[in-house]
T-cell receptor, first 114, second 117 residues
């Protein structure tokens, strides 16, 4: 089946710094990828749709300038959390559409901002 | 907008027994896709089963089966012969067939399944 990877799996950064999370489709191409945020024991909250070669589409309430998304190739999308603060600490998950209408998910990235 | 409701925050099942997780959804569309995803403690989202709305036959994947009631907008998941490895959070998800919604998934709140040995 299709595999999506994320890097890093866990990152700790200091308040005010920026951190980049990578999402790669390993054995297929993805013109679209999705970024989610998840708090413990809660559902996935869609943050944005990453579009290869064009601007990302953000969900209502998501700060575009804080969560920068770049989809530079058909296999790579990146999420940069700029000027991170402790409230940005969360679990971030990416996904890419599969052939049969499903989505394949990356393993997630735990972000801790101190 | 479409919504997905999972009314059971937590469920428990004895090993080897059968459990059913509930999911209802609201949509005005006639063509769509439904999914059940499993999220174990590792937090990796795993596709359990999928159902196309135009298919009347209920999907089955080994010990996992669904009861798809289109008129009632219900999509429950039955797990037979429950195993310890089934312990996870289960999410019901909806995907519109309309191009304007892209490939977005709408998730329910999730149900935590505990399996007792």
């Amino acid at each position: 089946g299709a595999v999506v990877s994320q890097h890093p799996s866990w990152v700790i950064c200091k308040s005010g710094t920026s951190v980049k999370i990578e999402c790669r489709s390993l054995d297929f191409q993805a013109t679209t990828m999705f970024w989610y945020r998840q708090f413990p024991k809660q559902s996935l909250m869609l943050m944005a749709t990453s579009n290869e070669g064009s601007k990302a589409t953000y969900e209502q309430g998501v700060e575009k300038d804080k969560f920068l998304i770049n989809h530079a190739s058909l296999t790579l999308s990146t999420l940069t959390v700029t000027s991170a603060h402790p409230e940005d600490s969360s679990f971030y998950i990416c996904s890419a559409p599969g052939r049969y209408y499903e989505q394949y998910f990356g393993p997630g990235t735990r972000l801790t901002v101190t | 907008a479409q919504t997905v409701t999972q009314s059971q925050p937590e469920m428990s099942v004895q090993e080897a027994e059968t459990v059913t997780l509930s999911c209802t959804y609201d949509t005005s569309e006639s063509d769509y896709y439904l999914f059940w995803y499993k999220q174990p403690p590792s937090r990796q989202m795993i596709l359990v089963i999928r159902q196309e709305a135009y298919k009347q036959q209920n999907a089955t994947e080994n010990r996992f089966s669904v009861n798809f009631q289109k008129a009632a907008k219900s999509f429950s998941l039955k797990i037979s012969d429950s195993q310890l490895g089934d312990a996870a959070m289960y999410f019901c998800a909806y995907r519109s067939a309309l191009r304007e919604y892209g490939n977005k998934l709408v998730f329910g709140a999730g149900t935590i399944l505990r399996v007792k040995s």
